[in-house]
């Protein structure tokens, strides 16, 4: 990751760019691929992934470099409770957009960055700026308020921004690189995903090879259409500054947004309107103050270079 005062470069803000992109255009995708039920659009998500992974460790020459991770037991630990979160976050934004509630899955990725701050407090012991405390209690009176509007807790929201902030805290924790963490993650879940669909295919309920080669392709292509979007981003990671990723991460969620309200037409009562503007206004604070205090942090290190 970049700590350098350098300027962003173009090709990395386009690298970043694609990926969130890409991210905020998945509530098009997993609706083609119904028939599937959400549980089995999973399975084929994972055992694809770990597929497309495995091609790619070959072509990079870093088998090597996963296999050492493996023989580490912190680190497999760590990698084993990622797979498993983030099973959970795929099949909970799958089953979100393919039953309607697009406008509350982007709710749990706005919340995400304020999660991600929470966990930094609860288990990394660090220490929250001032502002950061404002935009944190903003963000739980938005979840208060909307709780209220829905008539429950936003449970989608909420296991889709929790799972996503252990999914973090674990690849921080784990610290490997993307392609490595991803096929260890993959593989610790895949014996149950490929299970399940052997499963699916004995009791003639799946739905692979039985609704057409098309269909078949589109299940197929879920390992790359997961791995594009982590490989841009990692890109994107050495090329851009932490500020310029934290804007971009954004993307995915306004994209889904609208999707939810002007393409699929979800309700948006005032009152969740007035939830998620709560949650807009803890955002902006936050990537305001973090800026502030990057410009900060810089100047006082080019001054203390001088």
Not at 63 to 72: I, K, N
């Amino acid at each position: 990751m970049r700590t350098d005062c350098r300027p962003d470069s173009a090709d990395g803000l386009a690298l970043g760019a694609g990926a969130y992109l890409l991210w905020g255009l998945f509530p098009l995708y997993w609706p083609l691929l119904e028939p599937s039920s959400p549980a089995e659009i999973l399975a084929h998500r994972i055992v694809w992934s770990l597929l497309t992974v495995v091609v790619l460790l070959l072509l990079t020459r870093r088998v090597g470099q996963a296999l050492q991770v493996v023989r580490d037991r912190r680190r497999l630990a760590y990698l084993a409770v990622g797979g498993a979160v983030v099973a959970l976050n795929w099949g909970t934004y799958i089953y979100a957009v393919n039953t309607g509630h697009v406008v509350e899955s982007s709710l749990g990725y706005f919340i995400n960055p304020l999660v991600t701050i929470a966990f930094g407090v609860l288990f990394l012991r660090e220490r929250p700026r001032p502002v950061q405390w404002l935009a944190l209690a903003i963000a739980a009176a938005a979840v208060v308020e909307l709780t209220w509007e829905y008539g429950r807790v936003p449970f989608i929201a909420l296991t889709l921004a929790l799972t996503f902030g252990v999914y973090g805290l674990m690849k921080k924790k784990a610290d490997v690189g993307s392609i490595e963490g991803l096929a260890v993650e993959t593989a610790t879940i895949a014996p149950f995903a490929l299970g399940y669909l052997v499963f699916l295919a004995a009791t003639g309920a799946s739905t692979f090879g039985t609704d057409g080669v098309g269909h078949a392709l589109l299940l197929a292509s879920t390992g790359l259409v997961t791995a594009l979007p982590l490989l841009l981003f990692g890109a994107a990671a050495t090329r851009l500054s932490l500020t310029a990723l934290g804007l971009l991460q954004y993307l995915a969620p306004i994209l889904q947004f609208a999707f939810g309200v002007l393409l699929f037409k979800e309700e948006m009562s005032p009152g969740r309107w007035i939830g998620f503007a709560l949650v807009w206004l803890a955002l902006v604070i936050i990537t305001v103050e973090a800026a502030r205090h990057r410009r900060r942090t810089l100047k006082a290190a080019a001054e203390n270079v001088v």
